[in-house]
């Protein structure tokens, strides 16, 4: 099974969420179930597909999340005021949730509620 | 099934395909060469073009509003009156437009530090300050409740790190100091309180055991009926204290870090709690300090000021990001999870994920919005406009049960009630109950000490001794129809009707 290696980096105050730490290196399977059930560890049974943001946002809720998940989660994906970075690129341009991500890829989760 | 719809589980062509973010390519719609970095409100941007079009927002919310006159557009001649007063909460929208504010209307002293020498030399017109003094004003609330962390002292570490800035910092409580309030030239007089447990908030003289001014916070604050009171009560604490110290720092703008975002929520937020009548005040206002400055004819006013009205939380956090800038953040808790002011804030930014440009569409709805009448003076609690007749109107809406043995209050004078002195949202916060909260037990509850000084005009000379729009706790009274409200019985009624009544 091959893995692909992210950095993960939490600000705005989300990362209070994650252990009070900013930045995270994270692997992951490079094929991972199609119902992103990311507790599913070694061979794969059934339906793949790429790793996508879809699953590293049920991955990250179950493996760093640390508390109150519905304050980065919601309907399966990451709660409105979230901004999502692609390698410094709006997520909303690379296909949100259905980008397929690549070995290095960085990760920017912000959070626009903290204080505004 | 209808065909038209399709079966989604067995055609996979009948699901509705999903609609991306942006309205043509990746490109960048303002070079048309770069790659886009950033979607806003289905517009992309590079990382290049995005900081000139926040700029150009920001000046085009608040360059016709720096020149006292509004008919000199140019940037060369902008000039303000006086001097500038930035509140700082420390949370998102404050931090950007801190950073912008200085790096727009300050750049000659951000180049001075930076060793480099203004474009044009330093008496080009480009280069000549609009306002001769800069000041950064926090309020600090954690003595509203226990446990909360103080963060002036990290908040003075990023208003520094802007040096030619001022900082001047504040507490909520300050709001219930004499020490203040004498400091920003009032008077205290005699101590006043209200009975919250009474809707005509009947005012009478406070015991001066309660003297320390946290103390008297705490007071006020547990005495609001709801969690939505609370929220309320401290923004509108926290505005009065920044205009107060504004007048003092003869500041000709006090300017805001309310964002598009912020903004739409504060203008819905502020409708469901009865303040549509000052609707326009929530994005711009002028407040009259009633000095007049020498020479000058009318008192000096404060333009109270918001230049990221345009500018979406988005774009604030983007900003934020791709210039490296540390948020302190502020709590959000103050109002509860069940607030209307937090519903109001997970319902707008859902709104602004899905539709982005519907956010906007509220803003400039409410923008174009007037009240139909004009005020009748200022609310004595928040100082916005005060709507004449309120509490007739709202008692002959009301449908209230009154029990036998409590008449309901005749010929209540108005100088023992507070009531005809208060705009409706105020008068709806100290005083509508969910259905949960029971009334309190203490009997009178302190005010914040620009109340005193509105009941009584002649008492603070220095404040309202210039044609300020205060009204005697007499006048009022006499000016004002006399309504009279008792029970009446079936018989009553019928017989006040009988000469419409078809028989």
């Known amino acids: ?116 | 099934m209808s065909e038209s719809c399709g079966n989604p589980s067995s055609q996979t062509d009948a699901l509705m395909d999903r609609r991306p973010k942006f309205d043509r390519n990746k490109l960048c719609i303002k070079c048309k060469t770069n790659t886009g970095n950033v979607v806003i409100r289905h517009a992309v941007y590079c990382k290049e073009c995005f900081p000139s079009m926040v700029v150009v927002k920001v000046k085009r919310s608040l360059d016709p509003y720096i020149n006292a006159t509004s008919d000199v557009p140019r940037r060369k001649a902008l000039r303000a009156s006086g001097n500038l007063l930035i509140a700082f909460s420390g949370g998102l929208g404050s931090t950007v437009a801190l950073d912008l504010i200085s790096k727009i209307y300050f750049p000659d002293a951000q180049n001075k530090l930076n060793g480099e020498h203004p474009r044009g030399g330093k008496s080009h017109p480009r280069n000549k300050r609009v306002w001769d003094k800069g000041t950064a004003c926090y309020v600090e609330i954690c003595n509203a409740f226990p446990g909360m962390e103080d963060k002036t002292a990290e908040i003075r570490d990023v208003v520094e790190s802007y040096r030619y800035l001022e900082f001047t910092p504040l507490r909520l409580e300050d709001a219930f100091d004499k020490q203040w309030w004498k400091k920003v030239g009032g008077n205290p007089g005699r101590d006043i309180g209200i009975d919250l447990n009474n809707e005509e908030l009947l005012i009478s003289e406070l015991s001066s055991e309660d003297s320390n001014p946290v103390q008297r916070l705490r007071s006020y604050i547990s005495a609001l009926p709801t969690l939505t009171a609370v929220h309320s009560a401290i923004q509108n604490l926290i505005r009065l204290l920044l205009l107060h110290t504004a007048r003092v720092s003869e500041s000709s703008h006090l300017l805001l870090g309310t964002n598009l975002t912020s903004l739409s929520i504060s203008l819905i937020s502020s409708i469901s709690q009865g303040g549509g009548f000052a609707v326009k005040e929530e994005s711009f206002e002028e407040w009259s300090t009633g000095w007049t400055k020498d020479g000058a004819s009318t008192p000096a006013v404060i333009r109270v000021n918001r230049p990221l009205q345009d500018v979406t939380l988005k774009e604030c956090a983007v900003w934020v990001w791709w210039n490296n800038l540390r948020v302190v953040g502020r709590d959000r808790s103050l109002g509860g999870r069940q607030g209307i002011g937090a519903l109001t804030r997970d319902f707008i930014v859902g709104l602004e994920r899905d539709y982005p440009s519907t956010v906007s569409a509220i803003a400039r709805t409410c923008s174009k919005l007037a009240p139909k009448f004009l005020a009748d003076g200022t609310c004595a609690l928040c100082q916005r406009p005060l709507q004449r007749g309120i509490q007739e109107w709202k008692a002959r809406i009301s449908i209230r049960t009154i029990a036998d043995d409590q008449e309901p209050s005749r010929n209540t004078s108005a100088e023992t009630s507070l009531a005809p002195y208060l705009c409706y949202a105020c008068h709806t916060t100290l005083t509508s109950r969910s259905s949960r909260s029971a009334p309190t037990s203490t009997s009178t509850f302190p005010l914040p000490l620009w109340v005193h000084s509105h009941l009584r005009p002649g008492c603070d000379a220095q404040i309202d001794g210039n044609g300020r729009d205060e009204v005697g706790m007499n006048s009022l009274a006499n000016d004002s129809e006399a309504w009279e409200r008792r029970k009446v019985d079936r018989e009553g009624m019928k017989s006040a009707i009988s000469d419409f009544l078809l028989e």
């Open chain 1, 1 to 116: 099974m091959t893995f692909i290696s992210l950095r993960i980096e939490f600000s705005g105050g989300l990362e209070l969420l994650f252990s009070n730490e900013k930045r995270h290196k994270i692997t992951i399977p490079a094929q991972v179930p199609v119902d992103n059930n990311p507790k599913v560890d070694g061979p794969r049974n059934g339906d793949t597909k790429a790793a996508d943001m879809d699953f590293l946002i049920h991955w990250l809720r179950e493996h760093l999340l640390k508390e109150r998940t519905e304050l980065f989660m919601e309907n399966s994906t990451v709660r409105p005021g979230i901004l999502v970075l692609i390698n410094d690129t709006d997520w909303e341009l690379e296909g949100e949730g259905e980008y397929q991500l690549k070995d290095n890829d960085e990760i920017v989760f912000i959070s626009t509620l903290h204080g505004g």
